[in-house]
């Protein structure tokens, strides 16, 4: 069972840090995976990393493994909350009182655009907030991580393979 494990772990050692690539090169892979994932781009991550990597000639997958640090868990209960939390500490939205439950229950065929228009009005300093900050935060996760990246590729070249 361990040579099993230890085998997925190698193949996804040698698919995020590719032997004979240039160490830059995997780095801006691995920051562009990251920058997309962590993003709000929820079930399209994927396809705009491989979009972005083909245009910009990079090797595809560092980029792609990179991008699954950006999980369901990982996005809900960290990237995005510190995305607000950051975005709402820079740019000081105004509080919002708004009876969300009873907003949804004067809701019908005829108000839902004064509704959802009301909804907006409110919300709109608190999404440009989150966006502000999760990009902040999409941008020096990225950031870490292709400098980490970056390291292992150098440190592996320097010292031969494995």
Do not use: N
């Amino acid at each position: 069972m361990s040579i099993g494990f230890r085998q997925h772990v190698r193949a996804f050692y040698r698919a995020l840090f590719p032997e004979g690539q240039s160490a830059v090169l995997v780095a801006i892979s691995v920051f562009v995976g990251v920058f997309i994932a962590v993003l709000p781009t929820i079930g399209i991550a994927l396809p705009l990393t491989v979009l972005v990597t083909t245009l910009c000639r990079l090797p595809k997958g560092p980029g792609l493994m990179a991008s699954f640090v950006a999980t369901p868990p990982t996005l809900f209960m960290f990237f995005y909350p510190l995305g607000y939390f950051l975005g709402k500490t820079l740019t000081a939205p105004p509080p919002v009182d708004v009876e969300l439950l009873s907003e949804l229950q004067q809701l019908s065929l005829s108000t839902v655009r004064e509704v959802f228009g009301r909804l907006w009005q409110d919300a709109r300093p608190h999404v440009l907030a989150f966006m502000f900050g999760i990009l902040l935060v999409s941008l020096v996760t990225a950031a870490i991580v292709a400098a980490v990246s970056y390291w292992i590729i150098a440190r592996r070249a320097a010292t031969g393979p494995r």
